[in-house]
Nanobody, 118 residues
């Protein structure tokens, strides 16, 4: 199983980034997908999740700014991040789980660094 995240980088506050996570070796369409992040000195937190049918949920801190989506034909989940703030600086991880996104998903991807400068 592989979850390959990409799209991180350095951006100024107010800017946008789009993260992608390409999945392989499991039945992507049957899994809940999510994005977590971990900032230095902080615990990993769930940022956004999307069910196999497309229902979404977001952390309060990113509601209205971030959008999670998925393309089951491409086995890929995305995180569109707009109006970025320095507080969004973190390593972002994609994850896959069954039925609901838990704090310990079945599969983790490698992280991608997002840095927002003020």
């Amino acid at each position: 199983v592989q979850l390959q995240a990409s799209g991180g980088g350095l951006v100024q506050a107010g800017g946008s980034l789009r993260l992608s996570c390409a999945a392989s070796a499991f039945t992507f369409r049957n899994y809940v997908m999510g994005w977590f992040r971990q900032a230095p000195g902080k615990e990993r937190e769930l940022v956004a999740g999307i069910t196999s049918r497309g229902s979404t949920n977001y952390a309060d801190s990113v509601k209205g700014r971030f959008t999670i989506s998925r393309d089951n034909a491409k086995n890929t989940v995305y995180l569109q991040m707009d109006s970025l703030e320095p507080e969004d600086t973190a390593v972002y991880y994609c994850a896959a789980d069954r039925l609901v996104m838990s704090t310990k998903p079945i599969y983790w991807g490698q992280g991608t660094q997002v840095t927002v400068s003020s």
